[in-house]
Structures are given as structure tokens and as C-alpha cells.
């Protein structure tokens, strides 16, 4: 069994790694005679490397050769990665990715082309990095019907979090010592700004609910706007600050789905999770809550979940495994401001003016501004109800959930 | 596609609810036109069952039955459950089972006899009740050697040591609580001396590590033993009590595996299970560090496990899953007493003797007690040095766990 690797930086290295490092037991496991690296597609030139001997610039070398089964896109992005992938499928080759882009934008279209040519489109190293949770969803969770799925999907954020968490760096330190230790890029937006989770929240809340949901159907906020009293009114209230991506299926078949900073409570799962690590939680009807925890970044760990699709790729190279997840239909995304929460709200002004409306709310102040926790109620209500309070100036506010 | 459930207790009452109330996304998933529950076998009558009709007392209904390709075993227990599952494999029917008893005596020998009739032997709701844990280590995983697999098993013992710590509730009242609650029998011993964490540590290691771990190779010991003084010493150390199940592989191919009381640290992934729940964390060279997070016991999600299992085997009806998972290797499990670690000591007497032999001790009192925690060695030596302080009598020790 002969394989491609498109696109050698970060993660693509790091599957030939893994491929060559454990390659026996890989192959006891994947029931074949053997697996081979045949080639690797990259534009960069990469002289000295031990395995320079593969490297190729032209994809139709890939495309054309009937002797490879597998291919593992890790270029990222979408373009070219979408047009190389869909004629790979085409013709006849499963591919598995560790690009969320891809997946979130493209992902009911690619696994329909995988079925239609009896291959497969893999695409655990998407999520969590190394964390098994795709594979854990379509099958182990099997029996469920899943109504909510939500997590911690950034190790940059989380260790920005983190950061302000613990040691009571500013956003703007935390940021700089995340870019110091390579966990951010030196444009950090994707990351600080909530698209990276948006991106994976879509592919967890299509594969838990059946149909596509696109990343501009998600509300997406990031965490720069997150200040130190914010963490220390969280810490009052027995909080801490996370970005969570989540989704959720509503009693009418719907969808709501969301990535923003939340409030969730100090002993609750997601509060230990620090640093660069993810979790995931999954809510389903018979099995209650299972959470997903380990690295969800990382040279390594991303290269684990891209060959262990590889692995199941080879066991399955005559068949194609169903993840039913479909494509998109109309109206079925709706707007998370109909969604009830309870809001955390940091304010300033008149304290007292809030006990009108929030009688039963605690207030803590703190450098001339106060805070407190709203009850549960519309978020588009509780917002237009915190317009309106005189002599009261809403600087914050951040949803408070039960994880 | 039809079915039978062997044994209508807790678990297989639950895995029937389940098929029943998800019956169209079951047979959705599983690729077949439909999944009829066929029998239920129990000695016990249930007059007023609506599934009553499907009621037999004669095992040999099933296993003649050619319609039935896929049996659930729900009995617990070794015998009958072994002869029976043994004799339907025989027969070319798959076999589903919750029975960790069974799994963690015959494991081997029960897949191997599914091999070879080409059908499946499933379990992954013997370890974790729902949470998914036997599929990610035999495929989200594959990629990877794993080095260590260790976990809250046990869901009555993890609710006890909860109210231990969190209550200051003394063991014998806290074991009544669980008892009143029903998260523990009127007999408790296989829950508190460990016994059901061993079987689930086995089935662990070894599908883990590849060979047969048998349960009279490990090392069990109990909670009953664990003191209100160990809890608050323990927490003057920044760590928790949990009863761990715990399988390692050394560095010469062979393996160690215990189950014990251990302290864990106060931040850690393991010191926020609290209650009945349980968590499972696995040590890749790869991936580092997954944790998976559940309900460890209880109808439904066991039944969620079990029935994700069944649709598996629907799908997987013309071929054997792989687990690499081979008979008992002589002199395989090697002794934990070798194995290098912290210990927590409980003493009384001449604390400052203390100094003389673990001078970096940090010494906690109270009560007449005092308590410590030592360098890390190999607990045999450990173990030899504190018999020989003068003027000490040590009262307990606990492994201290890096975890």
C-alpha cells in the first residue's frame, strides 16, 4: 500500500515522523503487507531532509499514479487544497485531512464525492488535534441522539486564558509570551478572533446533527476584548473565563451555534483545562455528558489522528464509512440571541439601579465598576432589558453556561 | 437484521429502552432495513413487561435461531455467560457483552474464537460504561505506542472518596450514603476492595499493550482502609484521594498493573471527577496525554455503549474487527513494588526520625498523626526504609501519582 503526503510543514512532517517512527506496528494494524511514503508534494525546496528523494512539486504525479491509495492533505487552506482533494477522490483515492477549513466549508460535498467513488474522506486531525472525537461521535456515540456538543477547540486562546488566569498577564502580555512560546502565529487573528473554533465548531455540530453548518452561519466572538476585572469578577462569582465553540440542537430540529467567551463554573470539567490543551463536550440522550480532553494542537499529536485515519483508511479500502452528515438545508441555522442563558455583566454607575430589574442579582464591585450574573432568559431580551437601566453603563457582558 | 438480549437486568432492560425509543436512527446508522429485538432471555418472569412477549427461558432458542446474526449479553457473571457466549460465536453470531468478568478472564480466548468464525466479540461497555474508550485506543489511537493507561473505574468508589473529601463524610457513613442512593450494593466488597476497577484495568492493558492481563496478576487493594485523616493531610499536600486502576509498560516490553488508593494533584485531570463519575486517561509516544470523561455505570449510558456496539456489528457483519489483543505471555506482568515512586506516609511517633532518612521532607501534624510524602524510589526500597525508622510507626501509605 503506497501513500502521499501534500504539503510538509508543521503537520505533514510529522506524519512521515510517525509513518517511519512506528511504521511495524502501523502496518500490523492497517491488516496490509506494507505501507510506503511514495511521495511528498510540497513547493519549498527541502534539501537536506532524509527524505528529499520523494519530494515532488508536481500534484498530477499524485493524481496519475495508480499505486497510491492514500493521500493526506495537510497543505491547510482552501484553495488549492479543495480542487486537489475533489479529483483525488474522483479518482478513486481516499484522502485524509487535517484542514478545518476544508472541512468546514467543503466537508458535505467531499464526503458525497467519497461515496459516489467508493472511497473514503477522513478527517479526525480536524478537531482536537489528536483528540479522538470524530471517530467517538459517529460510532461510539452511535446510539445517542446527540443536543449538545461544545469545547474548548483552541490551545492558543486557552493558553492566553490561562495566562491572564493564573498569573494576571494582561490580554496583550498573554498574547506576547503565546507568540514568544510558538503557540500563536505573528498574526494571531485566526486564533484571538474565535475562527479557528468557528471552523471546528461547524464540523462537530454537522456530524452531531446531520446537516452542514457553514462557519458565516455561526456567531463568532474572540477574547481580546476579555480584561483582567473580567477574570476577577468571574473568580467572585466561582467562574473562570473560557472561548467555547458550541452548538446545540433546539426542540423544533433546528440549530444554534456560537463561539464566544463564557463564563463556566471553577469545578466544572472545562475549568481544569489549561494551557494549550482541548476538551470536548458531547450531551447525548441516553449516555448524559462525555468529555474529550489531550493536546488539540501540536506537530505530533495532530500527526497521531492523521494516521490513524490513515490506518482505517487501509482497513476500509473497499468500502466507504458513513458519517451522516448531509448537506446543508434552509433556515435550519438560527440566531443564537433567541438562545436562554444567563449573562455575567460588568458595568458602571448607579449599583442599585440594577435591583430594580435583577432583584435576586449579586453585585460585586471593584476599581468603580461593578458586576453581577443575570437570571436565565433570552439573550435578546436580558440585552434590550440592560439598555434601559438609568444611570447604568453596560461595559461587558459574556454568557454564563452550565458546563 | 434481528437480535437477542441474554439477561433483562439494569443493562440489558436499558439496552432494549434504547433500541426501542432510537429505533429508526439505529437502523439508519447501522446500513441495514431494519433491527427487530427478537428474544430476551432471563430465568426471572416479567408478566407485565410490554416486551413480554419476546420473553424466553431456553438458551437453546438462540443459538438454533439462523434469523439471529447478533446476540447482546447482559447476564454479569463468568458462568453461564462464558459457555454461552462461547457456543454463539461457534455458531458464527456475534456477541455484544457488558460483562467485564467475562471480557477480563476470556478476553482472548473468546476473540480469538470470534476470528475464526468471522464474526465480531464486542465490549466496549466493560470498561466506562458509556464513555467511548475501547474504540479510541483500538483506532483513534492506532498511530501510537501506548506507554500508560490509568483511570477513576469505578463509579461507587469515586462517589464515596467525593464524599469523603468534599462532606468530611467517615467511610462507613459515606458507604451508607451510596448504598441509600443505590450507587452501591448491599454488598459492597467488589466495588470497595477494587475488584471491578482490576477486571476494567485488565481489559485495559491489555488491549493496550497487546497481551492478556489476567486480574490474579494485579495488584488490588481497596478504599476501605482510607482514612478522614488521609484526606485532610492529603490536602495539605495540594492532592486528592482517588482510587486508580493503573497499567504501565516498562521499558522491557513487559508490564506492571495495580489498583489503589493514589493521591493525584489538586489541578489535575482526575481530582475534578467527583461523584459517580469516572475518567479514563492514556498515554500515547505520540499524542502525550487523552482523557475521556463519563458516566462510568448506570442503565442508559452502558446501554449506549452496548447498542453502539450492536450497530457495529451490523455494519461489520462480513468481517472481524482487529484488536490486537493476544494471549498471556509467560512472565509477562512484573511485580509494582519494582516501580519507581512518591509515596504519602501516615505515622506516629518521633517525626524529627523522619528528617534523618527523607531529609526534604515536608512534614504536616495533626491529631497525633503527622504525614509526609518521600523522594521518589522504587517502592520496595521505600517500603524497607520506613519499616526501619526508629521511634515511627507508620499507619498507611499511599502511592503518589504524577497524574
New interface residues.
Given amino acids: 500500500m503506497q501513500l502521499a503526503i501534500m504539503g510538509y510543514g508543521v503537520v505533514g512532517s510529522g506524519v512521515a515522523e510517525?509513518l517511519i517512527?512506528?511504521h511495524d506496528?502501523?502496518v500490523?494494524?492497517s491488516?496490509k503487507d506494507s505501507m510506503q511514503l511514495k511521495y511528498i508534494l510540497d513547493l519549498k525546496d527541502f534539501p537536506d531532509d532524509p527524505l528529499h528523494d520523494r519530494m515532488i512539486k508536481d500534484f498530477n504525479i499524485i493524481l496519475n499514479d495508480d499505486e497510491i491509495s492514500i493521500v493526506v492533505e495537510t497543505m491547510g487552506g482552501l484553495h488549492p487544497a479543495y480542487e486537489f482533494v475533489k479529483s483525488l477522490l474522483e479518482r478513486g483515492k481516499s484522502v485524509v485531512t487535517s484542514n478545518k477549513e476544508l472541512v468546514a466549508s467543503k466537508g458535505a460535498e467531499l464526503l458525497r464525492t467519497a461515496r459516489e467513488h467508493r472511497v473514503n474522506f477522513l478527517f479526525?486531525a480536524s478537531v482536537g488535534g489528536?483528540?479522538?472525537i470524530i471517530?467517538?461521535i459517529s460510532?461510539?456515540?452511535?446510539?445517542?441522539?446527540i443536543e449538545e456538543v461544545a469545547g474548548i477547540l483552541n490551545g492558543t486562546t486557552n493558553f492566553i486564558l490561562t495566562k491572564m488566569i493564573d498569573d494576571k498577564l494582561d490580554f496583550d502580555t498573554a498574547l506576547r509570551l503565546a507568540q514568544k512560546n510558538g503557540y500563536a502565529e505573528s498574526d494571531p487573528t485566526a486564533d484571538i478572533e474565535g475562527i479557528d473554533s468557528c471552523r471546528k465548531i461547524c464540523i462537530l455540530a454537522s456530524l452531531c446533527f446531520g446537516y452542514h453548518v457553514y462557519p458565516d452561519q455561526v456567531y463568532t466572538q474572540g477574547i481580546s476584548d476579555v480584561t483582567l476585572q473580567d477574570v476577577a469578577f468571574a473568580h467572585k462569582f466561582g467562574k473562570v473565563i473560557k472561548l467555547l465553540g458550541m452548538a446545540k440542537k433546539l426542540s423544533d430540529g433546528r440549530v444554534t451555534a456560537s463561539v464566544r467567551p463564557c463564563l463556566v463554573d471553577e469545578?466544572?470539567?472545562f475549568?481544569?483545562v489549561?494551557d494549550v490543551f482541548n476538551s470536548i463536550l458531547v450531551r447525548?440522550?441516553?449516555?448524559?455528558?462525555?468529555?474529550?480532553?489531550?493536546?488539540g494542537a501540536g506537530k505530533?499529536?495532530t500527526?497521531?489522528?492523521?494516521?490513524?485515519d490513515?490506518?482505517?483508511c487501509a482497513?476500509h479500502s473497499d468500502r466507504t464509512k458513513?458519517f451522516?452528515w448531509n448537506d446543508a438545508k434552509e433556515n435550519y441555522v438560527t440566531d443564537h440571541l433567541d438562545d436562554p442563558c444567563a449573562l455575567y455583566v460588568r458595568a458602571q454607575g448607579d449599583e442599585k439601579a440594577i435591583l430594580d430589574l435583577f432583584p435576586a442579582a449579586e453585585i460585586a464591585s471593584s476599581g468603580g465598576e461593578f458586576a453581577f450574573i443575570t437570571d436565565a432568559a433570552s439573550e435578546r431580551e436580558l440585552l434590550a432589558k440592560l439598555s434601559r437601566i438609568p444611570g447604568v453603563t453596560v461595559k461587558s457582558t459574556i454568557k454564563v453556561t452550565d458546563y
Fill in positions: 510517525v517512527k512506528n506496528s502501523i500490523r494494524r491488516g479526525e489528536g483528540i479522538p471517530r467517538p460510532q461510539c456515540l452511535a446510539a445517542n441522539v469545578s466544572g470539567q475549568a481544569n489549561t447525548g440522550d441516553v449516555i448524559g455528558d462525555v468529555c474529550f480532553y489531550g493536546r505530533l499529536p500527526a497521531s489522528a492523521v494516521v490513524a490513515v490506518i482505517d482497513k458513513i451522516g
